[in-house]
């Protein structure tokens, strides 16, 4: 890929598909590098390719279900990471945390659907299986 030459928040949040608030907020959290200012009288914003790059990792990550404190160690900025090994420990985190979602989810699946399917879908809702299962404690 070429380099990116200095560009403005916006051209960098529609090169990497995020907005210009959250560019913004990840300035302000860390994640994301000060923009450096351009020569001159104007001494805009701007942004280069290691915007771009650092910008495509935390969106990757966001994508794969890592909370912004996962992004700032698996960039190095918290906890001292150093080898790929501590990478491996912050995904493997992730990846269990997603298996627990996973199994929950599964679980709740199985005490709904079988409510859902009672459902005759007509007639008082007092009378409805997925009303009277919700009313009842456990």
Same mark, same amino acid.
């Given at each position: 890929m070429p380099a990116l030459a200095p560009t403005t928040i916006a051209s960098l949040a529609k090169s990497t598909g995020v907005d210009v608030d959250t560019i913004r907020s990840y300035e302000k959290m860390g994640l994301l590098p000060k923009p450096r200012r351009r020569r001159g009288r104007s001494g805009d914003a701007a942004y280069h390719q290691e915007h771009f790059e650092r910008l495509t990792f935390i969106r990757r990550a966001v994508e794969l279900g890592f909370s912004l404190e996962a992004v700032s160690e698996l960039l190095g900025l918290t906890g001292g990471l150093r080898t790929c090994g501590d990478v491996y420990t912050v995904a493997e985190r992730q990846l269990s945390d997603i298996r627990r979602r996973i199994a929950d989810l599964s %679980?709740?699946? &199985?005490? *709904? @659907? !079988? *409510?859902? @399917? @009672? $459902? !005759? %879908?007509?007639? &008082?809702?007092?009378? $409805?299986?997925?009303?009277? @299962? *919700?009313? %009842?404690p456990n």
């Open positions: %679980r709740i699946e &199985a005490a *709904l @659907a !079988p *409510l859902v @399917a @009672a $459902c !005759p %879908r007509t007639g &008082a809702t007092r009378d $409805c299986p997925v009303v009277i @299962a *919700l009313s %009842r």
